[in-house]
């Protein structure tokens, strides 16, 4: 058995954690706003005659975070967060499932509103992790296989080109899986258009500020800039 190092004093040292960039930041608020996003997506909104649900007012900003992975840390670390996100999201769905079919006390009247907003509903968690999954890693692949053709110019290419792809993947499996048979005909594909076309929207729309963010962290990686080999396909 290896021996705990110890400090002159004879105290254990903490394991050394990296602190330089911003990785950990970008991650953290990446699986933030998707775990916010999928208990907004409980609710569907209409607004005139388009359908939307709760989950598109940050949804769209996962994809803006995870091109900023992509651009900044590339594929190997895309991908660990992007598992890290479905992971958590899986944790959030079974914790709410337990709090779900857990005895309620004798004087909690809101058993039935809490199944309503967070019940766990099968079908919509398997869409939400399993459009989630697909979509991320299409667009974080897509925009580093284009950089490795356009290395740092025209960034805009990959951003829109990878957000086209991912988004229109997870919103097709998403909608597919959750309410195919539930919403037919017209109304099902109102939802799957709107939703796509509105989300695409909202990246380019935000394009700008993604810009400054990419050029922001990248300043602040002391190793970004380094040689390396194109991506393998995954």
Known sequence: MTATPTSPAGHAEPAHAAVTGHFW???????????????GATKLIAVGPLITDGGAFLFPLVYVVGDVL???????????????????????????????????AADWPNQAAFEAVLGFVPRIVAA?????????????????????????????VRLLGSTAVGQLADTLVFCTIAFYGVIT???????VATG????????????????????VVKRHEPTYGRVVAAPPVP
């Open 25 to 39: 930041a970008v991650a953290a608020t990446f699986c933030a706003l998707l775990l916010i996003s999928n208990v």
């Open 196 to 215: 796509y076309v509105y989300k695409v929207a909202v990246e380019v729309l935000v394009l700008p500020v993604t810009y400054r963010v990419i050029a």
């Open 185 to 191: 005909g017209w109304t099902f594909v109102n939802y």
């Open 70 to 104: 992509s651009e900044v840390y590339g594929w190997r670390a895309t991908r660990r967060v992007i598992w890290l996100a479905f992971a958590l999201s899986a944790l959030a769905a079974l914790t709410f499932w337990a709090v779900q079919v857990a005895p309620p």
């Open 128 to 156: 939400s992790l399993a459009g989630f999954l697909v979509g991320q890693l299409l667009n974080a692949w897509v925009l580093v296989r284009i950089k490795a053709r356009t290395d740092e110019r025209r960034l805009w």
